[in-house]
């Protein structure tokens, strides 16, 4: 046992012995689906490496919350990897740093060939755990990445994106961030056509950091189902970050699912007051600082020096328990958000701890089947749903532009085939 794993083991509650073994047993039956993992932007920060793949190494325990060990003893199967990019960038070259970070990504998923392999569809999430592997897709977080180009969106698909979040923390010309300044009421016309892309594409849609008026339009417009790729519920724990109890109602009409994250103010309302109560302090430090990366750090060692109270497992099962009642057990999933916070549930400090997770529910008399769709059968469901949507579009507007050709095409007189007919007529 790695020193990590030691100081987990010590801090965490205490779990069933039979129902950890019961869940190791189901995920290694059927490896787990997470929504969302910041490991390419940890690798880009790390204040050792700087984006140096030499240099942060999976095959050993690395400094952040992701590598090689840590994913199998945490029964992943397949895994979203977040190619974030700041919406706040000085410089604003989003485009320019969204592809640096594909970039990174994909040269990560190629150094572990053995371990991970780049998967596109579904039917590569179901053949990558049979292989021995790790299903590694991208998802971009932020809608700022494309700079109102459809273009660039439909580049980033085929570089290999399969899910867009609309926004991240900054609202756009097109779309209401939760966390900003809403300016539109939700999504513009140009934000509709956004989604309608991404439905034409077979890229997911992804709601999490959304307003709710923006999920609301997004469910309207959407024809393929869309997800949170990392929200909990706001009936639970009132942040705007987390799902509106009305809008996990409307999830079954449109298929889609929210995958529970684990960051401890999106589970426990007590930290979610205290972080609150800490950003106001922090407010006179802040002022005049322009920079957002000092304004993180700055954060950071806040509340490195007032840590948060810490959630536990059990809040972290209420979450999913809770979006089971309200939306059914075949919209739920999992997206710890790893690697991009430091605020983890005591016993769900790394990508080791999912076990832990559906022991617990085993505990609280789940079935076999409902852990399986919340591990992976809803993700790949909607991962093959998205495509069939896609598949159903193209057709469609394949025979549309067909029936306009010929349309198009002026009738000749007479018979089809017939020279003479089709020939002028003599004058008189």
């Known amino acids: 046992m790695t020193a990590v794993a030691r100081s987990v083991a010590a801090a965490s509650p205490a779990v069933d012995p039979a129902a950890l073994r019961h869940a190791r047993r189901l995920l290694a039956r059927h490896p787990l689906v997470d929504g969302h993992n910041d490991l390419p932007w940890t690798i880009r920060n790390d204040a050792r490496a700087r984006g140096d793949l030499d240099r942060y190494d999976l095959r050993r325990p690395t400094r952040g919350h992701t590598d090689l060990a840590r994913l199998r003893a945490g029964g992943v199967g397949a895994q979203f990897w977040s190619v974030y990019i700041p919406g706040d960038l000085p410089d604003g070259r989003f485009a320019r740093t ?73 609202t756009l010309d097109w ?39 923006v999920m609301a339009d997004a469910l309207r417009v959407a024809q393929a189902p869309l997800i949170f790729s990392h929200s909990s519920c706001r009936a639970l724990t009132n942040v705007p970050r987390n799902v509106p109890d009305e809008i996990l109602a409307r999830l079954p009409a449109n298929g889609g699912i929210v995958m529970i994250t684990f960051v401890g103010p999106f ?43 810490r959630p536990t497992v059990a809040d972290v099962a209420d979450h999913v328990e809770h979006a089971r009642r309200v939306a059914g057990p075949d919209h739920i999933g999992i997206g710890g958000d790893y690697d991009g916070n430091d605020a983890w549930p005591v016993g769900l400090e790394d990508v080791s701890g999912y076990p832990r997770l559906l022991a617990e529910l085993v505990r609280r008399g789940w079935s076999d089947r409902d852990l399986v769709k919340l591990a992976r059968g809803n993700a790949v469901r909607v991962l093959r749903e998205a495509e069939a949507v896609a598949t159903r579009l193209h057709t469609r507007r394949a025979a549309l532009a067909a029936s306009r050709t010929l349309a198009a095409v002026p009738r000749a007189a007479g018979r089809p085939g017939n020279a003479a007919a089709s020939r002028p007529a003599a004058r008189r």
């Not at 640096?100 to 990560?108: M, P, V, Y």
């Not at 966390?179 to 849609?205: C, I, K, S, Y």
């Not at 007590?270 to 000092?294: C, H, N, S």
């Open 98 to 170: 969204q592809l640096e970070q594909i970039d990174l990504a994909r040269r990560l998923i190629a150094r572990y060939p053995d371990r991970l392999m780049p998967a596109l569809t579904a039917a590569d999430v179901e053949a990558a755990p049979r292989r021995g592997r790790i299903a590694s897709l991208l998802g971009i977080e932020g809608g700022h990445a494309i700079e109102g180009s459809l273009g660039a969106l439909r580049a980033y698909y085929d570089l290999g994106a399969r899910y867009m979040t609309l926004t991240h923390n900054v």
């Open 175 to 213: 779309a209401d961030s939760c966390n900003d300044v809403r300016r539109h009421g939700g999504l513009t016309a140009f934000g509709q056509e956004v989604v309608r892309e991404m439905n034409r594409l077979g890229m997911l849609v992804d709601l999490a950091h959304v307003s709710p008026e």
């Open 267 to 309: 589970v426990l309302q007590a930290a979610a007051d205290a972080r609150a109560r800490g950003l106001v302090e922090l407010r006179p430090e802040l002022a005049g600082i322009a920079d957002p990366a000092e304004r993180r750090r700055r954060e950071r060692a806040y509340f490195r020096a007032h840590p948060l109270p």
